[in-house]
């Protein structure tokens, strides 16, 4: 069993930055093992592939190159999303995601354990 929770969502305006914290409750050995990913749902949409972190690096979507950054602290079994440039678009709730294996992925159907989400609203 794993357990993931995130934070540090909020509301922000145009042009501001957040970062997000996921914890995950297992073993440090076994979350440095984990390929970790990001998601967000904005209301009537489809959730969404935002970011995900590996051993060997990380891959982003288009919409957000340039302006997030994934990172995770093994140590501390957190991971992050710093968000910058935050724009109307990117109002959603945001989840964090733990795959039980090694390759990055960008299907949430990859994924095999999952937080609550954490609201993220940008003003305009």
């Known amino acids: 069993q794993v357990q993931l929770v995130e934070s540090g969502g909020g509301l922000v305006q145009a042009g501001g930055s957040l970062r997000l914290s996921c914890s995950c409750e297992?073993?440090?050995?076994?979350?440095?093992?984990?390929?970790m990913g990001w998601f967000c749902q904005a209301p009537g949409k489809e959730r969404e592939f935002v970011s995900a972190?590996?051993?060997?690096?990380?891959d982003y979507a288009d919409s957000v190159k340039g302006r997030f950054t994934i990172s995770r602290d093994n140590a501390k079994n957190t991971l992050y999303l710093q968000m910058n440039s935050l724009n109307a678009a990117d109002t959603a709730v945001y989840y964090c995601?733990?795959?039980?294996?090694?390759?990055?992925?960008?299907?949430?159907?990859?994924?095999?354990?999952w937080g609550q989400g954490t609201q993220v609203t940008v003003s305009s």
């Open positions: 995601a733990a795959r039980t294996g090694y390759l990055r992925s960008s299907l949430s159907s990859s994924y095999d354990y």
């Open positions: 297992a073993s440090v050995r076994t979350f440095s093992s984990y390929a």
């Open positions: 972190i590996n051993w060997s690096g990380s």
